[in-house]
């Protein structure tokens, strides 16, 4: 779907059409100021630009649940939702966003219950919940039943019930539109609009907006083993960089323990709950010397680690499929659960199993390795979505730009994010930034007769930032002769080689030299290497090669910035492993990087409501 035709001027223009940016839509448009305003007859003229078909976005992937403290199958509290939020983040969390988060939770599952996500059921018709690591009650005495789920399907249902709400509703949705560039007035303190390519005509379009939201989603693609989907390039947070803002945390990772090699698809952590162990090379159970308490069912960082440190002491294997490769697997023996049990509660993780790996889970040891997961760090938002730098010690907001969900950072995850706790992010948020958003439009909408045109110069920045987008799009699309060095580069090569040098320098642990290697790899090969690319093909039309291009430049700049970060803390906390520096450091490091894009780290302190911060006990 393209919209009909591109209007002068937008009141708001969503990028991304995932949890985050469908609840922002939804939450704007079902604001009481918004009904006002279309009560009276003046519609608000919005359009949501997503380079995926809106039902493709990877929130359809989420399989466990989501967290909230709604007490159906035992007594929960949100202060203890809360706490376990902090306490999970490694006190990076800034807890006023973290007390938002679990006080607003369980109204936000029962607004999706009423957007029509089919959750499983109890017994009495209520809401199913489920464990999922790091949820607790009585602040970390036993676990509790927070994730209400829908079978292994919770993102699936939410994406459709949110599209279909926003279809309902008439909002207009660009599909299939690649958003180029996010441009922001020169001294940063508003939003002008973005530029957007529409792969199906080959064309660069000047979008002009009052206000514009990035719902972008994650960045796992920066690793080689991911276990997100392909279209996870961290667009969002580099457009933010190229704009001259900054990103936060960008250093924290997080790394599932359980990706199946060769693939990086997640294998849920439910396989090991019923009973699945890992095995080094030995046969030997290693979680047990790790985390003797919990042993395989250690926090995920915990275990990403262990899995790492046997790999470097030669105890890992080779993946089946590559007998003669490197031995950087372990084995996850699942032989011990029950095989008719097994396929009744872990189908989604057999079935990934024998499609993927050819490996029958009842009788066959499965390779597995950490697997790139989610980012915790990105735009950095205030709780209304707001985006803002932090100059000088303070959040100086950027004026109508607003971000949500894994693209953007309001602090809630810190160092480590819960499981359950991302679809919840980018729900509640995305939400709130769309009441915000709302706020800001009904008091100068475009379409009122009366409204005050302001924006002349900034449409201006638009159409010039998008001419040298279409100038851009003739060069990549002018062919190289054969005997270019260039001509023989493709950005798909050039994805899979960052992946691995991400992977080596930074995934799950890390030290200054291994940075610094990976940084220089970067600058001095990558980059130019990706500067130089060409497409394969002269058509504009449907010419993916031109977005992949885009994509691994994006790439390439967050991956600076992940590194440079990861270079400035010197600490160990949460995701983040420095091998040079193992231990927590609260008196220097109890605060949020935040990177821009020549390499600046300025530290923005984390906000202590009512927890000081404690030793994170494993
Ligand atoms: C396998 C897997 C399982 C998970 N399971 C859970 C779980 O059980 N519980 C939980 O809470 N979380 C889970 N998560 C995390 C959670 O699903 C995500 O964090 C969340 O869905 C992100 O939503 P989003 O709207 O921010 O981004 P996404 O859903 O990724 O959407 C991003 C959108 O941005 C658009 N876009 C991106 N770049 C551009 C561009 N340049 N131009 C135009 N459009 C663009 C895309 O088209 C897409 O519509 C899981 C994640 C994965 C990968």
Known sequence: MSPKHVEDMYDAVIVGAGAAGLSAALGMLRSEPMRGMRANGIEPNVLVISKLQPLRSHTGSAEGGIAASLGNVEKDDWHWHYFDTVKGGDWLVDQDAAQLLAQEAPETVIALEHAGVAFSRTDDGHIAQRRFGGHTKDFGKEPVRRAAYAADRIGHQILFSLWQQCVAEGVEFAEEWYVTDLVVAKDGSRAEGVVAFDTHKGEAHAIHARNVLVATGGAGRLFHTTSNSWDLTGDGMALALSAGLQLEDSEFVQFHPTGLAHTGILLSEAARAEGGVLRNADGEAFMEHYAPGHADLAARDVVSRSIMAEIDAGRGVPDP???????????????????????????????????YADLDPTKDYVPVKPTAHY?????PITTDGEVYRWIDGERAVVEGLFAAGECSCVSVHGANRLGGNSLLDACLFGTRSGKALASRIVENPVNDPLAVDDGASDADDVRQTADVRTAEIKELLAQLPEDDAAAGDNPYRLMADLGLVMERAVAVRCDADGIERALATLRNDLEPRAKALHAHSDSATF??????????????????AVLEASDARHESRGSLKRLDFPERDDEHFLAHSMADASGRIAWQPVHIVDMPPKAREY
């Open 543 to 560: 010419n993916q090669e031109i977005t992949a291009i885009w994509e691994v430049r994006h790439l390439i700049e967050l991956g600076e």
């Open 321 to 355: 499929k590559d007998p003669t490769g490197p031995k950087d697997c372990v084995w996850l023996d699942m032989t011990g659960i029950d095989a008719d049990h097994m396929r009744k509660v872990l189908p989604q993780v057999v079935e990934t199993i024998e499609k």
């Open 375 to 379: 980012t915790m760090g990105g735009i």
